[in-house]
């Protein structure tokens, strides 16, 4: 259906860059975002039909691999420039669009996040998985104060500590995200024992409901 692919697609995010350059600040995604926003833009695509939440997250992903891209080539950018010293003068600039696509990327992430946890709380509702339901309500303030409080702090400065509950925060949200698609690949694909390639929760509803009106008959 497309879980598999958005819970791969969350690693590549979780997954942090290395230093390159202590003093520059330079990091280089080892997993970039822009891999981990094509994972979702493939997985959302299986999901379509079933929601239009997830319609609206897909769309979401191409603005969010405009920005993975942006981010990828300042960072291609800076890593050259240390031995290129033509590159090397335009590093205050090349931090700033890296700075920019970030910010960016926050708002568009947050309604990405919200879509996709409306969709899935639609689709675990239709197959009576009220668990899902239940987590996807947590994900979705989870996601909302992180994300709010990352832009917050990139527009606002703030005390060392509040870095720090982002940063907890961060392991938080991803982790949990991660829990929600697991748990949706293993109880929305596999659930009555179908095969995953040709289940569908919709229809499976729509037979059981067939089942039961015959019995009642």
Same mark, same amino acid.
């Given at each position: 259906?497309?879980?598999?692919?958005?819970?791969?697609?969350?690693?590549?995010?979780? @997954?942090?860059? %290395?230093?390159?350059?202590? /003093? &520059?600040? +330079?990091?280089?995604?080892?997993?970039? #975002?822009?891999?981990?926003?094509?994972?979702?833009?493939?997985?959302?695509?299986?999901?379509?039909?079933?929601?239009?939440?997830?319609?609206?997250?897909?769309?979401?992903?191409?603005?969010?691999?405009?920005?993975?891209?942006?981010?990828?080539?300042?960072?291609?950018?800076?890593?050259?420039?240390?031995? @290129?010293?033509? %590159?090397?003068?335009?590093? /205050? &600039?090349? +931090?700033?669009?890296?700075?920019?696509? #970030?910010?960016?990327?926050?708002?568009?992430?947050?309604?990405?996040?919200?879509?996709?946890?409306?969709?899935?709380?639609?689709?675990?509702?239709?197959?009576?998985?009220?668990?899902?339901?239940?987590?996807?309500?947590?994900?979705?303030?989870?996601?909302?104060?992180?994300?709010?409080?990352?832009?917050? @702090?990139?527009?606002?400065?703030?005390?060392?500590?509040?870095?720090?509950?982002?940063?907890?925060?961060?392991?938080?949200?991803?982790?949990?995200?991660?829990?929600?698609?697991?748990?949706?690949?293993?109880?929305?694909?596999?659930?009555?024992?179908?095969?995953?390639?040709?289940?569908?929760?919709?229809?499976?509803?729509?037979?059981?409901?067939?089942?039961?009106?015959?019995?009642?008959?």
């Amino acid at each position: 259906m497309g879980f598999g692919l958005l819970f791969t697609g969350y690693t590549m995010l979780l @997954v942090w860059g %290395i230093t390159v350059d202590p /003093e &520059l600040g +330079l990091c280089v995604d080892i997993l970039t #975002d822009l891999l981990g926003y094509l994972l979702f833009w493939k997985g959302l695509q299986g999901l379509r039909p079933y929601s239009k939440n997830f319609v609206f997250s897909r769309y979401l992903t191409y603005p969010l691999m405009a920005a993975g891209g942006v981010t990828l080539a300042a960072q291609g950018v800076a890593l050259v420039g240390k031995w @290129v010293p033509s %590159i090397a003068k335009h590093w /205050e &600039l090349l +931090l700033s669009i890296n700075n920019i696509a #970030d910010i960016i990327s926050l708002p568009l992430l947050l309604f990405f996040h919200a879509y996709l946890c409306l969709g899935i709380r639609e689709l675990a509702e239709e197959v009576e998985l009220p668990k899902i339901v239940s987590r996807t309500k947590v994900a979705i303030v989870l996601s909302t104060v992180y994300y709010f409080g990352q832009m917050l @702090v990139g527009l606002v400065p703030m005390p060392g500590f509040v870095h720090m509950i982002l940063v907890l925060l961060t392991f938080i949200v991803y982790f949990y995200y991660l829990y929600l698609l697991y748990s949706c690949y293993m109880h929305i694909v596999y659930a009555d024992e179908e095969p995953k390639e040709v289940f569908n929760p919709l229809m499976s509803l729509l037979d059981k409901m067939k089942k039961k009106d015959s019995e009642e008959k």
